[in-house]
């Protein structure tokens, strides 16, 4: 069973789907138990991963291996190291907390909800863990339908244009992707003495390859990567999905979709082309910092809360992007905790709309405030992610911001650190943006006497936030737990894009 | 020794003879029958039944021509008989269970006969390499399509479909047999071997054989309905009966695609000598200065994109899916552009991954007008709920035809886009990928009017017969297994690149 | 100048003038007349060529034939001979142009290409031994599947006309 541990992750969602849709309709009770429960049991098999990672080896660990085509050597390839282990453990934890959060919002069709949530899962665990590059793909389209379908049956009112831009956006970003992997693949066909799209091998040639060639496949991977993260200027997808999709929907979105684009990057468009991707760092910096300000300065003229929280995870991926760009250990190791601080705390300020607005059915800044005194316990957690997301020394936002900041500033990849100096500016600004939330929403006086009357959080939601609130604590005060596990792959990474500017660009 | 070659000949030939008994068999035993009878039905999948076994027969068979070089006997022939019997054999249980069939008060009887016909037509273009013989299967094959079309005679639908059709179908074997002659005015043959040899050792005006091959390509076109000789596809398939429309979307296809390969693999390569790369592999060499890969590229990128386009404006599910399979051929002919047996075996990957996914769509889009009695997308709103597993199925059918992993469709179009890339046409790979998202706005626009919107007025459940929903399982399983294990599926497609005379 | 050419040229002349008033009449039995000296010009050349068996078939079935059940039906339809067949001209510019293009094109291909002419071969006094024998032999599947052809055709017309 250990030795199969990233099967079972992948699959026992995906199989223990199935009977959900055997169950009656209308014992949504026993659907959700059930659900509740095979996703805890997910959790407890990635905890057991967690702890059978050996940290001190950058190899991939857990390998699976079976020919899946054979005349094009694709492969049913799994592994796991630093970087996925970290993603693959917030992926498995946010899917209980939300399913426990939401527990009441979702009214109609029930059954095909829960059913969507765990295929969901499932894909969303093979892409973080998938070494083969079709299979990669396979799980990153497939993960397109579950989304299409929560977002477009249980979204808002205009879930009909959010899901076709999504589907669209996404679909055309992947396509290009594609087109990469079988040129790539075709390429390197010569130079491993077989087709095949087995990560590993190809990581070792592409290196090789003629640098125009490298860039086009580069662009071609990267602007998918860049589409689902969103990068500036392909996010717009974003606002229209976070809003339109139900609660649990645009947490899963925020939490765990958009590292998959971040995964990406670092995992493929660093890794098959360390040396494009070091020709490319400036721009792509600019382009974080662009979606830093950009989304920051949005955020601050948003009136809806669930907007604004969306348009929050435009400004703080930017900074993810920006510490893959600056490619040093501090800041890619920042990068990645920042991957899984947004998922947490960006997660749970969508929890948190969703709570409010399933107790008042609006997002609309301007119809709360003063409701710290109706709701204190919700008032007073709520600040606890703000403060999170905004990077209050002690919680985990810092840890990650500090040391993208700090591993940027002085990357030699970047040659300049106005774009590190730029990036703080975002910083100052979501302070702004989210206290300023905060205040309208919870201080002053209570003007609206709608609100006079919402209760406040209840046992299941406080225990449901318990477990992400445990972690951006525990983030903030000792990230070495999670940290000293990734340190020695991102290390490997780093190690190779260096060796790859030191040998190629003696050949050239 | 003439009568002992043409014993062998038929020898090899019973497929196609118990076929052409079968059209016979069904037109006597209907003289017996006053009232609407299935019987004849039955007959038809009996016929088609031996023709599948005395098919598979043949699949050790070395390669060769029979009948003094009209038909060749070659494992890609065997592939497309197989496919053309599947279709002709679904299509029969489509009719049975199409109460528009049913409701009509016209009896059965040449019914079963032209789709006989059709299937024997079908046959003998994916064997022929005879320009005489290619254009009289094509006549076969497109005289009984027409009649199909225009099955329904007081439908004014049905019979301006069927008009268009035979009017388009004139004047594009007009072309061909116009094409044709040129090329026996060069060549001195019809023969497509001695054309071959005739045209590697004589220099000839390249001009003329262009407008030749153009000419040629419109007999092709009309087939295959690519751009420009797609114009009847939309009113011929919104038209006709939906049993008809299946069949000409993709036995007509089919067969169309497997005359143009064979034609153009055959006619105008070196035939004699393949050379082999450096990969081992076998390449087909293009006469210099002769480009036709480019001009079918050409029409490739045309007739994708326009069928792509012009679906997104589409309400009537059966339009859309005539443009959609106008897209689904320009996505085939695409791969023809590699000239290479990756890209044909890619092609015929394709082709039986289509087969499944494009028969299924007008299943589901027959039950949804036999149980919903519409056609227009905008009233199939909700109806996901009412019948799931119909809708399920069709939304694997939509999601393959759209290319999404897991599906059969993904494997025919990874295929494609292999071959195309693996030999440096990477652009034309990225059009065809651009098409795909096109494509899927509006297989989703289907998926979000089952789906996503709920049902208004009556929302009762609305379920099928036992013999309904095993049939759509029978189509629906295949596109997603196809998805996952096509292992022997590619192998049979690259057997069957074997054809006669090109290894 | 020779005989021969003369009477190529005065058959050619006869065909493509006959065809031309198929094509422009607007009069639908003045086409129809007219189609029928289309085929005899296209015997006549037949004839020209040695090819006396098919010559004659032509002559049998087109003019004799086909033409006068041509005939019979547009002069038992009568209600289309009072119809006035409007043909109206649409862009003709644009027609003229295409029309002229691809005219110029196939007069210079024919022009230009090295048709591949059979050397005259001596014939017997009649070509219907060897059209028989040929039939029978290396043309025996095409003459089978024509045959099928015109049976499918034959079902098909019967079909589309009968009254149910």
């Given at each position: 069973m250990i030795n199969n541990i990233l099967s079972f992750l992948i699959f026992l969602p995906i199989i223990l789907s199935i009977p959900i849709l055997f169950?009656?309709?209308?014992?949504d009770k026993l659907i959700k138990t059930y659900t509740i429960a095979v996703t805890i049991v997910v959790f407890i098999l990635s905890i057991i991963l967690y702890f059978g990672?050996?940290?001190?080896?950058?190899d991939f660990q857990f390998v699976e291996k079976v020919q899946w085509v054979t005349d094009f050597n694709i492969f049913y390839f799994l592994g796991v190291d630093g970087i996925s282990l970290l993603l693959i453990l917030l992926t498995t934890l946010i899917f209980p907390v939300t399913i426990l959060a939401v527990w009441?919002?979702?009214?109609?069709?029930t059954k095909e909800f829960y059913f969507l949530l765990l295929i969901l899962e499932g894909s969303l665990i093979g892409v973080f863990l998938s070494l083969d590059l079709i299979l990669f793909y396979v799980f990153w389209e497939l993960i397109l339908i579950p989304m299409y379908f929560i977002i477009g049956i249980w979204?808002?009112?205009n879930k009909y244009y959010a899901t076709v831009k999504f589907f669209l956006y996404t679909m055309f970003g992947s396509l290009l992707m594609l087109v990469a992997i079988i040129w790539l693949a075709n390429y390197a066909t010569p130079m491993i003495g077989k087709f095949t799209t087995d990560y590993t091998e190809l990581r070792k040639v592409s290196?090789?390859?003629?640098l125009n060639i490298q860039m086009w496949m580069f662009i071609f991977f990267g602007l998918s990567f860049a589409i689902k993260v969103p990068m500036f200027p392909f996010h717009t997808w974003l606002p229209d999905a976070h809003t339109e999709a139900p609660t649990a929907g645009s947490v899963i979105l925020a939490a765990v979709l958009l590292k998959m684009g971040t995964y990406g990057l670092l995992r493929f468009s660093i890794g098959l082309f360390p040396l494009t991707f070091v020709r490319f760092a400036v721009p792509i910096a600019i382009l974080g910092v662009i979606g830093i300000i950009y989304g920051a300065l949005l955020c601050i003229a948003q009136k809806d809360m669930k907007k604004l929280v969306a348009y929050s995870s435009v400004s703080h991926m930017g900074f993810i992007v920006l510490a893959l760009a600056g490619m040093t250990v501090e800041s890619v190791q920042g990068g990645l905790i920042q991957m899984v601080n947004h998922g947490l705390s960006t997660g749970a300020l969508f929890l948190f709309v969703g709570f409010i607005y399933d107790r008042r059915h609006t997002r609309e800044i301007?119809?709360?405030?003063?409701l710290t005194k109706i709701i204190p316990i919700f008032a007073s957690l709520f600040l606890v992610v703000c403060l999170s997301s905004i990077g209050l020394?002690?919680?985990n936002g810092f840890v990650g911001e500090f040391m993208i900041l700090a591993g940027s500033f002085a990357s030699p990849n970047l040659h300049n650190n106005i774009y590190t100096i730029l990036g703080t500016i975002g910083i100052v600004l979501s302070a702004v943006y989210l206290l300023w939330m905060y205040q309208r929403v919870m201080?002053?006086?209570?003007?609206?006497?709608?609100?006079?009357n919402v209760p406040d959080l209840n046992k299941r939601e406080i225990i449901s936030i318990i477990p992400i609130l445990l972690f951006i604590v525990w983030i903030g005060v000792y990230p070495n737990t999670f940290l000293s596990k990734s340190e020695a792959s991102v290390k490997r990474v780093i190690e190779n894009v260096e060796a790859a500017k030191k040998n190629i660009l003696n050949i050239y | 020794m003439l009568t002992q070659q043409i014993l062998d000949g038929l020898s090899k030939f019973y497929p196609e003879t118990i076929l052409s008994v079968t059209i016979l068999v069904i037109v006597f035993v209907e003289l017996f029958f006053k009232k609407k009878t299935r019987v004849s039905g039955w007959i038809a999948m009996a016929g088609l039944a031996a023709a599948m076994l005395f098919t598979f027969l043949q699949?050790?068979?070395?390669a060769q021509t029979i009948f003094f070089q009209m038909v060749a006997v070659d494992p890609f022939s065997y592939f497309f008989k197989v496919l053309l019997i599947l279709s002709g054999f679904l299509i029969v249980l489509f009719t049975f269970l199409s109460d528009e069939i049913r409701s009509?008060?016209?009896?059965?009887?040449?019914y079963y006969a032209l789709l006989i016909a059709l299937t024997l037509g079908g046959f003998l273009m994916a064997s022929s390499v005879n320009l005489l013989m290619m254009y009289l299967a094509l006549e076969l094959s497109s005289l009984s399509s027409y009649v199909l079309a225009g099955?329904?005679?007081?439908?004014n639908r049905s019979s301006e479909a069927a008009l268009k059709y035979v009017i388009y179908g004139g004047v594009s074997s007009g072309l061909m047999l116009f094409g044709i002659s040129l090329i026996y005015g060069i060549?001195?043959?019809?023969d497509m071997f001695a054309i071959s040899a005739y045209l590697s050792a004589n220099p000839v005006n390249l001009i003329t054989l262009l407008i030749a091959i153009f000419l040629m390509l419109a007999g092709f076109g009309y087939k295959i309905s690519a751009?420009?000789?797609?114009?009847?596809t939309p009113d011929v398939y919104e038209g006709s009966p939906m049993p008809v429309t299946a069949l000409l979307s993709v036995s007509s296809k089919a067969a169309g695609f497997a005359m143009l390969i064979r034609f153009f693999l055959v006619a105008f390569q070196n035939a004699g000598h393949p050379t082999i790369t450096t990969e081992g592999l076998h390449q087909y060499i293009t006469l210099p200065g002769l480009h036709w890969p480019e001009v079918i590229a050409v029409i490739a990128v045309a007739t994708m994109t326009l069928g792509n386009v012009v679906a997104i404006?589409?309400?009537?599910l059966k339009r859309l899916l005539a443009y959609s399979s106008i897209a689904q051929a320009g996505y085939m002919l695409l791969a023809f552009v590699v000239v290479s047996p990756q890209g044909i075996s890619a092609m015929l990957t394709y082709l039986a991954v289509y087969l499944f996914m494009n028969l299924g769509a007008f299943f589901a889009a027959i039950l949804i007008s036999n149980k919903y009695?519409?056609?227009n997308i905008e009233e199939m709103k909700g109806i996901g709920y009412r019948s799931p597993l119909l809708c399920v199925s069709m939304a694997v059918f939509m999601l393959s035809l759209s290319g999404i992993?897991?599906?059969?469709g993904f494997i025919g179009k990874f295929y494609i886009f292999s071959a195309l890339i693996n030999n440096g046409y990477i652009w034309l790979a990225i059009i065809g990928l651009m098409n795909s998202v096109v494509s899927l706005y509006y297989y989703i626009k289907i998926l979000k009017n089952m789906f996503l919107i709920r049902p208004q007025g009556d929302t009762g459940a609305v379920s099928f017969g036992a013999g309904y929903s095993v049939l759509l399982l029978a189509l629906a399983i295949p596109t997603i297994v196809l998805g996952i294990f096509f292992g022997p599926l590619t192998k049979f497609a690259e057997y069957s690149v074997q054809i006669f005379g090109l290894k | 100048m020779n005989y021969y050419e003369i009477i190529f040229y005065v058959f050619a002349v006869l065909t493509v003038v006959s065809a031309g008033v198929v094509v422009f009449s607007r009069n639908i039995i003045y086409s129809a007349f007219a189609l029928l000296f289309t085929f005899t010009g296209v015997a006549g050349i037949y004839v020209l060529l040695n090819a006396d068996f098919i010559a004659i078939t032509q002559l049998l079935?087109?003019?004799?034939g086909i033409m006068i059940l041509l005939i019979f039906g547009v002069m038992l339809t009568t209600n289309v001979t009072n119809v006035e067949i409007t043909t109206q001209t649409l862009k003709a510019l644009p027609a003229t142009i295409v029309v002229a293009i691809v005219s110029a094109l196939l007069v210079s291909t024919m022009v230009s290409t090295k048709w591949a002419v059979k050397d005259p071969i001596s014939v017997e006094s009649t070509t219907i031994n060897q059209i028989g024998e040929l039939l029978l032999t290396k043309y025996l599947l095409p003459f089978e599947i024509a045959s099928i052809v015109l049976l499918i055709a034959m079902m098909g017309a019967a079909f589309l006309a009968r009254k149910n």
């Open positions: 169950f009656k309709a209308g014992k990672f050996d940290a001190s080896k950058s009441n919002s979702i009214t109609t069709r979204g808002g009112k290196i090789f390859m003629p301007a119809d709360y405030g003063g020394p002690g919680l201080l002053g006086p209570v003007e609206n006497e709608a609100n006079r | 699949v050790n068979i070395p009509s008060e016209f009896k059965t009887q040449e099955y329904f005679k007081k439908s060549c001195g043959s019809l751009v420009p000789f797609h114009f009847w404006w589409q309400d009537n009695k519409t056609e992993p897991m599906t059969a | 079935i087109y003019v004799g």
